[in-house]
């Protein structure tokens, strides 16, 4: 039992920068899993991946103004993130291009203005060192950031549920009845970018983005259900997190990479194990009836 | 009260080239109308723009104050991602849309209502099955129930019945005359003209143009529906190429 007690419990009494990455890492399991099943089911799963780049010109123009001060640099990344976002989002409405192409266009064209900006500048400084912390040194400014954005994501989220539903879900209905607008959509992107950017700053990309899609991928592998679906992707996101961050403790390794790992051991795992559409369910389907009186519903 | 839905020299285009050209009428209060014509006749792109979700070039359509969020509307195969994850029941309470709009609780009255328009369309048991379970008659079927839902005075169908078999075409357009039997306004986009000349009183016969609008048996005479064929043909033909000659109109080409 002590032996258990060491293994799982001890790391987090003894050390105080474990206890703020543990924080830090449940507080973006709760608003970043959901977040990220609504891009899953948006068929937008590498959006992640883009808004990272998206943010730089935003973050440089932050450090040009004030320096190495987290808020500026973070307010920057926000600002860059949701012009790109809300320009990918107009030109696909206003097109009829898809979003994914949008969206490229546009983070390809942020990206290279960020790095002119950078290069102009002529800074010593990594920017995107910089920007991109690590989780075992989260300060107090991090922290109060990645919390509040948790905050606001669950309650806006929740909010905006049901309209958010519709609009993924049939947006062609969602106009009709005039529920469309896509300021709920609007509301959606805006939290994705707040969520990277406030992660990035705390945690690092690859933690931000993995934390928030490996989840919500896995978790498609389970259940039919939306609500339920959301709900396991925030608790496969919370278990990576704290069996990273102790594979981490333990075995001495970086921790954003281990939490990052143990959520793709869960999504691997439910790739095969899933109950809805995994490979083993698939092998072991059981025989098909024979006759419709052996059908129950 | 079921309003009217009066278009006054109505275009819809692409590209400058016309879909809906020029065209004007009525749909009375409680009729039930079939909209036929050929391919590219502009039937669906005319439902959309009386939806409001397609922009017109010009001209106008007049609902009686009544705004067409307040229509029901079932597009022709409707892009829906059918791996969505939400039930049967779920999609059919959006169809109460309008009493639970984005925040209001969604009232006892309202489920039981959802559940009784499920058991209406045959679906009685499939609740709670996911989506993703059904049949395409069942698929159509569960859209269905969210037309009856919808509890809507006006109802356009984009070619409700494709790809259905005969028993599902059938109880579906049984509950079709229902709707008309209630005094509501019924306008379906369909091709199959028998079945229009046994189930619809009343046509329009579109071919970009207005070609013929009244009663089924006249407005689809040997004559009207030759008229249409050869002037789809001839948009169909020339309509691409053809040079555009500038009227006072703008935002489209005439042939």
């Known amino acids: 039992m002590s032996e258990l007690y060491s293994l799982l419990v001890t790391p987090f009494v003894e050390f105080s920068f474990m206890r703020r990455a543990l924080v830090a890492c449940l507080a973006l399991s709760l608003g970043a899993g959901p977040i990220g099943v609504f891009l899953v089911l948006r068929r937008m799963s590498l959006m992640g991946d883009a808004v990272s780049h998206a943010v730089l010109p935003g973050v440089a123009i932050g450090f040009l103004l004030s320096g190495l001060s987290v808020w500026a640099m973070s307010l920057g990344g926000v600002i860059a993130g949701l012009i790109v976002a809300l320009l990918a989002g107009m030109t696909s409405r206003a097109t009829g291009m898809k979003e994914d192409a949008s969206l490229a266009g546009f983070y390809l064209a942020s990206l290279a203005l960020g790095v002119l900006i950078v290069s102009a500048a002529g800074s010593s400084v990594d920017l995107l060192h910089i920007l991109f912390g690590s989780i075992l040194a989260v300060d107090d400014e991090g922290l109060l950031l990645v919390v509040g954005v948790a905050t606001l994501s669950m309650l806006l989220l929740a909010t905006i549920f049901r309209s958010l539903v519709l609009e993924c879900f049939d947006p062609v209905f969602a106009r009709a009845v005039g529920a469309g607008g896509g300021w709920a959509y609007g509301i959606f992107m805006g939290l994705v970018v707040l969520n990277l950017v406030a992660a990035f700053q705390a945690l690092g990309t690859l933690m931000a983005v993995g934390l928030m899609m490996l989840p919500a991928l896995a978790a498609r592998f389970w259940s039919e259900d939306i609500g339920t679906i959301i709900g396991t992707a925030t608790v496969f996101a919370v278990v990576s997190s704290i069996s990273g961050l102790l594979v981490s403790f333990h075995v001495e390794i970086a921790s954003g990479p281990a939490i990052v790992l143990c959520a793709a051991v869960i999504y691997i795992a439910s790739i095969l194990l899933g109950t809805r559409s995994g490979l083993v369910a698939r092998l072991l389907r059981r025989p098909h009836y024979h006759d419709p009186g052996e059908v129950r519903r | ?255």
């Not at chain 2, 009386?50 to 892009?79: C, K, N, W």
């Not at chain 2, 329009?204 to 006249?218: D, F, Q, Y």
Request: aromatic content about 6%; some cysteine.
């Open chain 2, 1 to 255: 009260m079921t309003p009217a839905i009066a278009l006054t020299d109505v275009v819809v285009a692409y590209r400058r080239l016309p879909a809906v050209h020029h065209v004007s009428g009525t749909f009375e209060p409680g009729t039930l109308t079939a909209i036929a014509g050929p391919n590219g006749a502009g039937k669906s792109s005319l439902m959309k723009a009386i939806m409001g979700l397609l922009p017109m070039s010009s001209g106008r359509i007049d609902t009686a104050h009544v705004s067409p969020r307040h229509f029901a509307y079932l597009p022709q195969a409707p892009e829906i991602d059918r791996s969505f994850p939400v039930s049967v029941l779920q999609t059919v309470m959006f169809g109460a849309w309008q009493r639970t709009g984005a925040f209001r609780a969604v009232s006892k009255v309202d489920r039981e209502c959802a559940r009784a328009c499920i058991a209406n369309v045959g679906l009685d048991g499939y609740e709670h099955a996911p989506i993703s379970a059904l049949s395409t008659g069942q698929w159509h079927r569960a859209l269905f129930a969210r037309l009856i839902l919808q509890d809507a005075r006006v109802i356009l169908l984009d070619e409700p019945f494709a790809s259905l078999d005969e028993r599902t075409t059938d109880e579906l357009m049984a509950l079709v005359h229902g709707w008309h039997r209630d005094g509501r306004s019924v306008i379906a986009v369909l091709h199959d003209l028998a079945f229009i000349r046994k189930h619809f009183p009343q046509t329009l016969l579109l071919a970009r143009e207005r070609v013929a609008w009244g009663a089924t048996a006249e407005a689809l005479s040997d004559a009207n529906l030759a008229t249409a064929k050869a002037m789809t043909d001839r948009w169909a033909r020339d309509g691409e190429r053809a040079p555009p000659r500038h009227h006072d109109h703008t935002g489209h080409a005439h042939a």
